[in-house]
């Protein structure tokens, strides 16, 4: 698989902040909010669909973000049960032409463009980014595999289809730390300094 316009790219960024204490999506880092540096970097890959899946304080956020041409946003309103929810919502909006879903998290500002590219392409059903100290996002599913996504409850995302199916998952070797997650305002201001 070659070809960019059947790639959808999902950004899952419906969660509540609790450790925060306020909407991390809209996070200031570098002048712009924490989620419009996923959008940005989603926006560049040259993909042909992109779903943006909020959740708490959707309105807020989306008065915030500003979205390329081919992305739009979607509101899980069962985003308070997990992750999952948040994932069955991000690909059940994807168009009928999209044959791999790339999964993003709206908390990982620094995710690079070209390991977007890396596994939106090449064989595989599910092709994971392997970091110098452990595997991360983003993952990209085939559809061949989307049900067995979409039958995934709670707060567990793909990790349990992982787990269960090893064999499936063809991994790309990125030299490079693993992103950080953006749980507080010191990692922003971390990220920040440090990007």
């Not at 989620?35 to 669909?49: E, K, S, T, W």
């Not at 909006?93 to 890396?118: N, W």
Request: aromatic share 2%.
């Amino acid at each position: 698989m070659a070809d960019l316009d059947s790639v959808g790219v999902v950004i899952l960024a419906a969660g509540s902040s609790r450790r925060l204490g306020r909407p991390k999506q809209l996070l200031d880092l570098d002048g712009k909010p924490l989620l419009q540096h996923v959008v940005d970097v989603a926006g560049l890959a040259g993909v042909g669909d992109l779903v943006v899946v909020l959740g708490h304080v959707a309105d807020k956020v989306m008065g915030a973000i500003k979205l390329p041409p081919i992305a739009r946003f979607v509101v899980n309103l069962d985003h308070v049960t997990g992750q999952a929810s948040s994932l069955r919502a991000g690909l059940g909006a994807l168009g009928p032409g999209i044959d791999r879903a790339v999964i993003l998290l709206g908390d990982q500002p620094r995710i690079a463009v070209e390991a977007i590219r890396d596994v939106a392409v090449g064989p595989g059903p599910i092709r994971r980014t392997r970091y110098r100290d452990a595997p991360g996002h983003p993952i990209a599913f085939d559809r061949v595999v989307w049900d067995h996504l979409m039958a995934i409850d709670g707060d567990r995302g793909a990790r349990d289809l992982m787990a269960a199916h090893p064999e499936l998952i063809h991994d790309i070797a990125r030299d490079a730390p693993l992103p950080s997650d953006v749980d507080t305002s010191a990692d922003a201001t971390e990220i920040g300094s440090s990007g």
